[in-house]
């Protein structure tokens, strides 16, 4: 199993949610975050004056998937969170040990 963990921008999350739900993928944890990447934030003016806003607000979706559909949560989520500009995000893949649904004791896919 593997970990996807998507830092996207906030108002493209109902788009990813939706693609992700289209593939049948049933569970996700989504946190309000803040960050930047190689630009370190962006420089805005308020009231003529330069402000250096260096954590701006993201959305991080993360979803647990076996092994084999990977590539498609990845895809799809590229899919959906890109407008083309700077700042669209980044996917972060990790493994996943073991995954357990704490009603039924279900174990790693079969838990998901
Ligand atoms: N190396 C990193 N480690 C952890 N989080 C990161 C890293 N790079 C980016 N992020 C997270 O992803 C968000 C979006 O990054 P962003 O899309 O600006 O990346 P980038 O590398 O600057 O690409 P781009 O040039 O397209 O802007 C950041 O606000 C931050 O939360
Ligand atoms: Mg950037």
């Known amino acids: 199993m593997k970990l ?6 906030p108002h493209k999350l109902q788009e990813v ?4 739900a289209e593939l049948g993928l049933t569970g996700l944890t989504i946190t309000e975050v803040r ?6 934030g962006q420089v805005e003016k308020y009231r003529g004056l330069e402000y250096t806003i260096d954590l701006l ?3 991080k979706v ?3 998937c076996g092994d084999h559909r990977k ?6 989520i590229m899919r959906a969170a890109r407008t083309g500009e700077i700042g669209d995000g980044k996917i972060f893949v990790l ?3 073991e995954s357990i649904r704490v009603r039924t004791g ?4 079969d838990s998901l």
């Open 4 to 9: 996807v963990v998507a830092i996207i921008r």
């Open 17 to 20: 949610k939706d693609a992700l």
């Open 35 to 40: 960050g930047h990447g190689r630009q370190r």
């Open 57 to 59: 607000p993201k959305v």
């Open 62 to 64: 993360e979803v647990v």
């Open 71 to 76: 590539d498609e949560v990845i895809e799809t």
């Open 95 to 97: 493994p996943i040990e």
């Open 106 to 109: 279900d174990r790693d896919e």
